[in-house]
């Protein structure tokens, strides 16, 4: 099963929800709508912190600063719903620990159906 690529729904249903949630090789994983890059992003739906549903959370631009002053990182993120630790969408490495990673899967769309590799 490793390096197969895995129907988990419609492209439809994807923009219609911001996400699509389904089971891969045994694993949950969730694919969002990226829209600081444009683009899908697949990733366990698990969050390493405490077992939080990652993928109910939100991708965004990782924002950085000192109180009175915030920077835009031009990087996309994806925040845990329940605790807020945040993800980086391409390596999968927390941007606070880096001893902290969840697994991220190349994702792509084929006739309209989003597709994981896992």
């Known amino acids: 099963m490793s390096g197969e690529w895995h129907d988990v729904g419609s492209l439809g249903e994807l923009e219609r ?4 949630i389904a089971s891969v090789g045994g694993r949950e994983v969730g694919v969002l709508l990226d829209p600081v890059g444009d683009r899908l992003v697949a990733v366990r739906n698990r969050c390493p912190h405490q ?40 390596s999968g490495i927390c941007r606070d620990d880096p ?4 697994a991220v899967y190349p994702v792509k769309v084929d006739n309209g159906r989003v597709l994981v590799k896992a």
Not at 61 to 81: A, F, N
């Open 51 to 90: 077992g939080g549903p990652l993928c109910a959370g939100v991708v965004s631009e990782r924002i950085r600063g000192r109180p009175g002053t915030y920077d835009l990182e031009r990087q996309s993120v994806l925040r845990c719903p329940w605790h807020g630790w945040e993800f980086d969408v391409e």
């Open 17 to 20: 929800d911001g996400r699509v």
């Open 99 to 102: 001893r902290m990673r969840v």
